[in-house]
Structure formats: structure tokens, C-alpha cells
């Protein structure tokens, strides 16, 4: 069974949210793999760009550090996640019933990605479950998906989700994002057993998680 990728939001940070996310993603009761968005360190790559002019391209490998910073913080809540900065560590840590969270520079560090502010961990997340065959993504945001139109063009639209996701998102890739509902339902059915969210697809319908 392949993992599922999950990409905590780096707009958790600091919150009770990336604390009752780390609580439901540690009790999971099926293979997973954490994703950290960028949060406060991507926020301050932001802002030194405009005071500094550094190009884009400096930006974006700043910002995948920014993701790892947060991934340390993740990771070191609960002794069942563990940091991982390749496949082969993903892997050995999932063989051992731990919680991979994802260290991005090295495995991005040569790969044809666009150094850009329309790729953020969302995209990221995408580019990681291509390649290691993951079927199923969960983002798990602040906002409920419920509260915007069906499909993935609305989200992006709407700014829930980067611009590169759908090019970076296999066409065989289920893609659920999870809101703080889904939060607070997840949190009274514990351990999670399920994907939580909603289901949404270039042209999907809303539908219930699946079951791992």
C-alpha cells in the first residue's frame, strides 16, 4: 500500500489546529507521509525578498528551507514522526510504523521544478506523491472546501490551493483537502482510519474519505 501524502498547512503554525493535526495524523491507522507547508519561515522569505531584491529563483530554495524548518517542529510533537530527507528514509521509517515528515531540499534540489512563488508545498506535496506513486493526497487547510465551488480550478481561483497544483497533480492522484470541520470531526473519531475532507478533482464531486 502506498503512503498518502499529507500536507499540513503551514497556516497551522503555531495554532491549536497544528496541534490537533499532528494528533489525528500520529494515530492514523494506515501508511502516511507528512508534507510541512513553509508558514512564518516562507512568510519571512516574503518579506526579506521585498526589502533585499533577491530573484525568485533565490527565493524558492529559501522557501523550501522555510518548509523543512517547520517539518522540524512537526516532527519533534509526537515521538512517532520522524524526519526524512529521501525515499529510502521515507521508506524505513514507514517499515517501522513511524510517520516520515518530509525534509524537501535534497530530493528537490535537482528537479525540474519552476523556482516560483505559484509553486508553494501544495505543488510540492503533488511533485512528492508522483514520485513515490502515491494515490491520494490530503491538504489540510484553514479554510473548509465546503465554503467555495466544486473543482479544483475554483480552489485555485479562489487562492486555496497554488496555481501549479493541477499541473503538478497526477492524473491518477485523488486529491482531498480538509478543513477545521473535518478537523473537528476527525478529532471525536479517533485514531484515524480514514481520509478525511473533501474529495475534489479537476471536474470532481464531492464525496466522503476513503477508507485505508
Known amino acids: 500500500m502506498t503512503p498518502l501524502v499529507v500536507k499540513l498547512g503551514g ?7 497544528m496541534e490537533q493535526w499532528i494528533t489525528v495524523l500520529a494515530s492514523a491507522t494506515f501508511p502516511l507521509v507528512i508534507v510541512p507547508g513553509g508558514g512564518p519561515f516562507a512568510d519571512q522569505v516574503r518579506s526579506s525578498q521585498r ?38 528514509e521515507l521508506e524505513a521509517i514507514l517499515v517501522e510504523g513511524g510517520v516520515p515528515v518530509w525534509l ?4 528537490t534540489r535537482n528537479a ?7 509553486i508553494t508545498s501544495d505543488s510540492l506535496a503533488a511533485w512528492l ?6 494515490r491520494h493526497l490530503l491538504l489540510c487547510k484553514q479554510v ?9 480550478q475554483a480552489l485555485v481561483d479562489n487562492g486555496v490551493v497554488d496555481a501549479m497544483l493541477p499541473e503538478l497533480l497526477g492524473e491518477e ?3 482531498y483537502i480538509a478543513g477545521p470541520s473535518s478537523l473537528r470531526s476527525q478529532l471525536m473519531e479517533l485514531p484515524m482510519s480514514r481520509i478525511p475532507g473533501r474529495r475534489v478533482g479537476m471536474h470532481a464531486k464531492a464525496g466522503g474519505g476513503d477508507r485505508r
Open 173 to 175: 492522484t485523488s486529491l
Open 11 to 17: 497556516s497551522t503554525a503555531g495554532r491549536i489546529e
Open 104 to 107: 524537501p531540499s535534497q530530493m
Open 129 to 134: 506523491s508522483r514520485q513515490i506513486g502515491g
Open 112 to 118: 525540474d521544478i519552476a523556482p516560483s512563488w505559484d
Open 51 to 88: 526589502e533585499m531584491h533577491f530573484s525568485d529563483a533565490a527565493a524558492h530554495e529559501m522557501a523550501i528551507l522555510a518548509m523543512e524548518q517547520f517539518g522540524i517542529v512537526i516532527a519533534e510533537r509526537h515521538p512517532r514522526l520522524q524526519p526524512a530527507r529521501s525515499i529510502g
Open 144 to 152: 473548509d472546501p465546503e465554503a467555495f465551488p466544486e473543482g479544483l
